[in-house]
Structure formats: C-alpha cells, structure tokens
C-alpha cells in the first residue's frame, strides 16, 4: 500500500489542531490507528505522539502531521475521519467501509471478512 490509508476533513483537522494546542501537545504527530478490544472487535484510537516509526504511514494537513501504523493501516483502507461539533453525539467519527458493524458509540467495529 502506498498511498495514505485515511481522509481528514477540514473539521477533523480543526479540531485536533484546537485539541493539541490547548492539551500543549504542539510539535507532537496525531496517531490514529486501531486495537484489539472494544464492544464489536476492535477499538480506534486517537492520540497525541512524539514518536514517528520508520514503517508508518504519515500524511501533512495543513499542517498536522497524521501518523497511521501499517497493521492499522489494513483496517483503516479508504476510511474518512470526520469531526461532528453536535451536543448529543459530537465528535470524531470514524467513516469506515471495511467495518461490517461498528458499536452504537462508533469508537469500535468488526471488520468484514477477508476474501
């Protein structure tokens, strides 16, 4: 795989630049990949990190360094992050088409099946 395996929108932009200015995470990458757990499987995650890896994937927008690990990579194929500013259910939302069914939160999900 060579081309970066998410899309952030303008807004999900925004608002981890916001997030890492006031938590003083400036100069930090924001890391978004995937784990083992959660209600359906698998869990996304999302964090501030100083540490680049020579094997991650790593995309500028505008100016904010997005890192993604090459096993999360696979399950994170085409997937957009989004962030929704709504009161009730607002957010980084995780559009992925390789989920087969995420949980009612939206922060895990069973990918579909191989082949």
Do not use: W
Not at 17 to 27: D, I, N, S, T
Not at 34 to 47: A, L, P, T
Not at 50 to 77: I, M
């Amino acid at each position: 795989m060579q081309e970066f395996p998410i899309t952030l929108t303008p807004e999900a932009v925004a608002h981890a630049k916001r997030l890492m200015a006031r938590k003083g995470h400036e100069g930090e990458y924001l890391r978004v990949g995937v784990k083992g757990g959660g209600c359906s499987g698998f869990e996304y995650v999302i964090k501030f990190d100083s540490n680049r890896r020579e094997t991650d994937f790593e995309q500028d927008y505008d100016g904010l360094t997005v890192l993604v690990d090459p096993k999360s990579a696979e399950f994170l194929v085409g997937t957009t992050l989004a962030y929704s500013s709504d009161l009730l259910s607002g957010g980084f939302i995780f559009e992925n088409p390789n989920a087969a069914r995420s949980c009612g939160c939206g922060t895990s999900f069973t990918p579909k099946k191989a082949g």
